[in-house]
């Protein structure tokens, strides 16, 4: 709030002139007819207080929430990452626990965090190899990733061997960084190119409100002030219920497609593809033939990548 306002910026003070040829604002285009109803001048915020930012942007970010992919993946980043950090942040306490040592000569926290680290840019690139239909499968992928997390947390709450700690860490990182690719991509693809850092913003904004309020009521001394292993028996359970949620929301998915496939099945070339090619078969738009009719992680067509 205090810092120094950018003379320009995507969203505000959009009427300072600009180099030759730059490109209209997308705000501008979102509601073309405003503007001119408006008597503005192109590049120009309307004077009228609906057509401002603060209330244009809100109501964009409202269209965009009704997105089901946008939705799922924002909640994922709030939860799961919340989760994520509380891990990552406690472990070491608990390898302090679990192995007691004064001499550090058998100490391997830091290989456990380079190995963690490794096996996370690896999982993170494979992401981009998988081709599935995600609008039908992504919230049984999240439920998935989501119970082995809950299981290795658990492991290592229960273990008092210091190298299945390790591995249960390693592991743990690699499967939430196999999702966060896949994420990030979902949610782009979902919005335009100005709302892409306020969403991402907001996501990790409340990720963060809500590894501190867990914090405060699991660890901190002005809460429960549990100690580590019990601390991690929380997380447990906290991880336990994301799986539960996400796992109800696929069958629930799973048996709404079940019931529509009976009564108009989709095309064979269309059984896989990914949500941007959905979206542009909705409005009519003609994709690129494919061989496996799908898109990895990262791909768009020109068509959709207009549209995003």
């Known amino acids: 709030l205090f810092l120094k306002r950018p003379k320009r910026s995507l969203f505000f003070n959009r009427g300072v002139p600009g180099p030759a040829g730059a490109a209209p604002s997308e705000l501008d285009q979102m509601n073309p007819g405003q503007a001119k109803a408006a008597g503005a001048k192109p590049g ?6 609906r ?9 964009e970010l409202g269209r965009a929430v009704r997105l089901p992919q946008l939705r799922l993946w924002s ?11 509380l891990i990552v942040y406690y472990v070491h306490i608990l390898w302090n626990v679990v192995h007691p040592t004064t001499d550090t000569t058998r100490v391997y926290n830091g290989a456990a ?25 992504a919230r049984l992928v999240i439920a998935v990733v989501t119970v082995l997390q809950a ?24 499967s939430y960084q196999f ?21 991402f913003g907001i996501n990790t904004f409340l990720a963060t409100v809500l590894k501190t309020v867990i914090t405060l009521i699991v660890s901190d001394k002005r809460g429960l002030g549990l100690p580590v292993h019990s601390q991690f028996l929380v997380y447990f359970v906290y991880f336990l219920v994301l799986f539960a949620a996400y796992f109800l929301a696929a069958v629930l ?19 896989l593809m990914s949500p941007m090619q959905e979206k542009a078969t909705q409005d009519g738009a003609q994709l690129p033939a494919l061989e ?14 207009a549209k995003a």
């Open 44 to 49: 120009w915020l309307p004077a009228a207080w």
């Open 75 to 85: 909640l994922w980043w709030v939860f799961n990452s919340a989760g994520y950090y």
């Open 151 to 174: 299981g290795l947390v658990f492991l290592m709450y229960k273990t008092d061997d210091i190298w299945l700690c390790y591995a249960a860490f390693v592991l743990f990182r690699g």
């Open 179 to 199: 999702l966060v690719p896949i994420a990030t991509f979902q949610i782009a693809a979902s919005l335009s190119q100005e709302l892409r850092a306020l969403v």
């Open 51 to 59: 057509d401002s930012t603060f209330v244009r942007v809100p109501g």
């Open 253 to 271: 998915v799973g048996l709404r497609h079940f019931q529509q496939s009976r009564h108009q099945p989709l095309p064979a070339a269309q059984e």
């Open 292 to 305: 496996d009719g799908v898109f990895a992680v990262g791909e768009l067509s020109p068509q959709s990548e």
């Open 113 to 137: 965090d380079a190995a963690s680290t490794l096996l996370g840019a690896l999982t993170s690139f494979a992401a981009g190899f998988v081709k599935i239909r995600w609008a039908l499968w």
